[in-house]
């Protein structure tokens, strides 16, 4: 605004210099001149209006682009958010189906002092569910199960090695399931069914309770044939488990007492059994049936005495290779290998 004053002012100088020095020198017409000084500062004031306008659009423009860029939105607000991308489905490959077609067979056993033992028969198998006919593992046998004692912790403490044992026979059923189930889907045909069978057997003399617990796997091609076997005995009273050290006054020398019992007796039997052969062929064939050394039996267990005309007969135990060896065996003449504590139980 100050500017176009200024350009007005100017103008005017300079007409009325020209005015001046045009009436000096002649004699002009001066409505003419008048005419022209007019349209000259008509010129003047147009040339400083259209500078005026041009600075102005020029400072609107600049307002114009900085509130553009201001209210520009922020590469981060302008991304798009991902859209996620659906999991595909996978079927599932269909478990084996488990058929149970046991009547579960119990038998009740009462001690005196308020102890019981329940022992099931079972018996169950694994099937394709494509095909009810194609079995791939039976599991079968018997468990027991202490279902009452003078406490609950003496009926916990026996039932968490037996069911631990059961467990781990349950654990090869499994085992054996998956294998054949895996040759099923390979080959399509499943050559022999894998079995599991379980064996539990018991003996007590009131006081203590002593299991001998086996299972077995067969079945297949042979290369998962397998044995398990484990000896137990238990304080009734106490659920303590019992060990050669807890009943003999030096352990080391009553087991080898039983290594030397089991191989001289098996070697009377076999003799015994060869006298009662038939003919000498039959006797022969007996007597080349090996007897294992005391020193090869994996271990060695006894279990509780029972009363017999007044001896203390109690059955040993000797594992080798899979297989049970067992004679009977008169403790008292042994009596002096117990402490105290053992004589309580063997001898109660």
């Known amino acids: 605004m100050k500017k176009m004053e200024g350009n007005k002012i100017t103008a005017l100088v300079i007409s009325a210099v020209m005015v001046t020095t045009v009436l000096a020198a002649c004699s002009i017409d001066t409505d003419k001149l008048s005419e022209g000084i007019s349209d000259l500062g008509n010129v003047f004031i147009s040339e400083s209006e259209e500078e005026t306008e041009s600075e102005s659009d020029t400072v609107i423009t600049e307002k114009t682009e900085e509130s553009t860029e201001v209210t520009k939105p922020s590469e981060t607000e302008a991304t798009p958010t991902p859209v996620p991308t ?8 269909p478990n084996p189906q488990r058929v149970d077609f046991s009547e579960y067979t119990t038998e009740i056993l009462s001690f005196s002092g308020n102890f019981e ?5 079972f018996e169950e198998s694994m099937h394709s569910e494509e ?11 018997k468990r027991a199960v202490v279902t009452d004692a003078s406490s609950e912790s003496i009926r916990d403490a026996i039932n968490i090695v037996v069911d631990g044992f059961y467990a781990e026979a349950e654990g090869a059923y499994t085992r054996m399931t998956a294998k054949a189930k895996a040759e099923y889907t390979l080959t399509g ?3 022999e069914p894998y079995a599991v069978n379980v064996d539990i057997g018991y003996l007590s003399n009131g006081r203590v309770l002593s299991l001998l617990m086996r299972y077995d796997v067969t079945g297949g091609k042979g290369d998962s044939d397998a044995t398990v076997i484990d000896f137990a005995s238990f304080d009734m009273l106490s659920g303590q488990y019992v060990t050669f050290a807890a009943i003999a006054r030096d352990a080391r020398s009553f087991d080898g007492v039983i290594r030397a019992v089991l191989e001289n007796s ?8 060869a006298a009662r052969a038939a003919d000498e062929a039959e006797a022969a064939a007996i007597l080349e049936k090996p007897v294992p050394q005391a020193d090869e039996y994996e271990a060695v267990y006894v279990a509780p ?14 594992i080798v290779d899979g297989e049970v060896y067992s004679v009977s065996m008169d403790m008292n003449e042994y009596a002096d290998f117990f402490n105290r504590y053992g004589a309580s139980l063997f001898f109660a």
């Open 86 to 93: 659906a999991t595909p489905t996978i079927t599932p490959t």
């Open 117 to 121: 033992v329940t022992t099931e028969s």
């Open 131 to 141: 095909d009810d006919q194609v079995v791939f593992a039976t599991f079968a046998g």
């Open 189 to 191: 045909v499943v050559e």
């Open 266 to 273: 098996l070697k009377s039997q076999r003799a015994g059994e």
């Open 305 to 318: 005495t029972v009363a017999e005309n007044g001896s203390s007969i109690s059955t040993v135990y000797g």
